[in-house]
């Protein structure tokens, strides 16, 4: 029997997906061989790849002004790589901090050598709200995460700023249509929503790319030179993108990312309405501002917090509900391949926990 994932990354993978991952493992396409076996020059791998760039481009109805290039090295590489490419040298960077993930971002631009610099955060709450803030200084980009799966804050509207705006997506990557009139970049690690660990994809408005392009760094990091060989300057990771490929085929056969947005709704708003309507469970996060994919709740019991994820785990196939280890409590992730139906039923047994418990 398989589990019921609700981990925050790796995610679970569409159960159909891996059943075509299954099929094609030994014979690609009945070709005789498997995708990680032939070289990335060939022009069997070199479609596949091209499929997932057009795919990618689609769901989010982005046309050529944008690049769509894989790296190696997840979301966490790109911190340094994406503060070195596109700081300019009169003009600071400025990074909007939700915890964890931007802090991270914006200290390694600073290892990196640019002009970095926090401008708001909700640090003065821990972290229960997105901040909001008028963004009209002259910067060389505005920097946020979109979703933070810590806390489980979510931007519902992206900040609208004089400056390009960098948007790390890791965890809300590929669930929902997005106006990318603002955004010069796009990226996240691919292992929640949109495949497996391995690599980051990142979707850059073209004229970012131009300030880089006469930049000295080493030339794998920078990333013209991956656009100008089309993620192909060295072996990518080839397997991961295979899988990516077949998510960008699932989510258009769900319907696209409206539809995938429509659902992720759905099941979140299930599980907020129980917590809300419960004396026992509480939400970290302000109304406004709660994550459509990473669900953070408690007991307020340390004790009870602990009894419930580790009995959903060994009683009723649930992985993944502990909280992460710098908040505590709990946590259900809710990707766009956890089924509404997977869904109720962690809420029947959150209802049934708070019965025996509460």
């Known amino acids: 029997m398989r589990q019921y994932n609700f ?28 995708i990680m076996e032939i070289s990335h020059r060939s022009s069997y791998y070199e479609q596949m790849q091209n499929d997932a760039i057009k ?45 964890v993930w931007t802090q991270k971002a914006c200290e390694e631009a600073i290892l990196a050598g640019v002009n ?15 901040p909001k803030i008028a963004l009209n200084n002259d910067s060389s980009y505005t920097y946020i995460c979109s979703n933070n799966t810590v806390h489980g804050t979510q931007y519902k509207q992206l ?14 990557f590929f669930s929902k249509k997005l106006d990318f009139s603002n955004i010069g970049v796009l990226y996240g690690g691919v ?22 392009k006469n ?34 085929k699932w989510i258009k056969a769900k319907g696209g990312l409206d539809a995938i947005n429509q659902e992720n709704e759905i099941k979140a708003k299930y599980l907020y309405d129980i917590i809300d309507n419960s ?20 007991t307020g019991n340390d004790e009870l917090d602990l009894e419930f994820w580790s009995k959903a785990a060994k009683e009723h196939n649930m992985l993944g509900l502990k909280g992460h280890k710098k908040l505590g409590g709990l946590r259900a992730s809710i990707y766009n391949s956890a089924s509404l139906e997977k869904v109720k039923i962690l809420g029947e047994y959150m209802k049934e926990y708070e019965r025996v418990r509460g």
């Open 159 to 172: 900040p609208i700023s004089n400056s390009p705006l960098i948007v790390d997506a890791s965890s809300d």
């Open 191 to 212: 292992q929640k929503n949109a495949g497996i660990a391995g690599f980051a994809c990142l979707i850059i408005r073209k004229d970012l790319l131009e300030r880089s």
């Open 55 to 99: 795919d990618a481009k689609e769901l989010y109805g982005i046309n050529d002004d944008y690049e769509v290039i894989f790296v190696q090295g997840g979301a966490t590489m790109q911190f340094s790589l994406l503060a070195m490419n596109f700081s300019l040298d009169n003009k600071p960077c400025e990074y909007i901090d939700t915890d």
């Open 7 to 34: 981990s925050a990354g790796p995610s679970e993978l569409p159960l159909e997906v891996l059943k075509e991952i299954q099929e094609e493992l030994l014979s690609y396409k009945n070709n005789g061989f498997s």
């Open 116 to 130: 970095a610099k926090i401008v708001a955060s909700s640090k003065d709450s821990k972290y229960n709200y997105i």
């Open 215 to 248: 930049k000295t760094m080493p030339k794998m990091f920078n990333y013209n030179t991956y656009a100008d060989n089309n993620s192909l300057f060295n072996t990518p990771p080839t397997f991961a993108i295979y899988v990516y490929a077949k998510i960008m």
């Open 279 to 298: 004396n026992f469970y509480k939400a970290y996060v302000n109304n406004d501002d709660r994550s459509v994919m990473n669900v953070c709740f408690t």
